[in-house]
């Protein structure tokens, strides 16, 4: 079992200021939407509260462990929040392929803390098993939309998924 500072201690921190950062980045999608595209933003507002839970849950592990949020929290949230912003500007496709590139990204690193923790630290690993299906379906119902928008797909996922990449390397490393 590893200890509250070891490597699950660590991913869960990491998780939790990710989900952070999705939950605002559906927010500021969402505050676009009801002006770009109005007919997502029931299904926006049902993602963000999965990503509430899910960030809830990393909290709740977090606190029993005694470990503090990690110290990319604030930045996942300002940096989730510009990017929500940004994408609704661009309408329902953007939107569509920020969250196909986002979820690519978190489900690859999801599968590999699974790989990681199992056998290691059981709680850490249900933690990380309690949110994939939820973030498959993100997946999954947004690359329905997309579709729709090539474009999105082409241009704004590989920039979405190098900085999402790029934000759990340094959140792993603050």
Same mark, same amino acid.
């Given at each position: ?14 998780? *939790?200021? !990710? ?34 839970? *899910? ?10 462990? !005694? ?12 940096? !989730? ?15 569509? %392929? =920020?969250?196909?590139? +986002? ?5 690859? *690193?999801?599968?590999?803390? /699974?790989? +990681?923790?199992? !056998? ?23 690359? =329905? ?7 999105? /797909?082409?241009?704004? %996922?590989? +920039? ?15």
């Amino acid at each position: 079992m590893l200890t509250a500072d070891g490597l699950g201690g660590r991913i869960l921190k990491v998780n *939790h200021a !990710g989900e952070n950062g999705a939950v605002n980045i559906y927010s500021g999608q969402i505050l676009m939407a009801r002006l770009r595209a109005p007919s997502i933003v029931s299904e926006l507002q049902e993602f963000r509260g999965h990503e509430e839970r *899910h960030r809830e849950i990393f909290a709740t592990e977090l606190k029993q462990r !005694g470990v503090r949020r990690c110290r990319s929290y604030v930045l996942c949230g300002v940096g !989730g929040y510009v990017l929500g912003l940004f994408t609704g500007l661009f309408g329902r496709g953007a939107i569509a %392929a =920020t969250t196909v590139a +986002v979820e690519r990204v978190v489900l690859s *690193h999801l599968r590999k803390q /699974l790989e +990681v923790l199992e !056998g290691r630290d059981a709680l850490a690993s249900a933690a990380v098993r309690a949110i994939v299906s939820e973030e498959q379906e993100h997946h999954d119902r947004s690359k =329905t939309h997309a579709i729709a928008s090539p474009f999105w /797909l082409t241009v704004l %996922a590989p +920039v979405v998924s190098v900085a999402t990449e790029a934000v759990i390397w340094a959140g792993m490393r603050l």
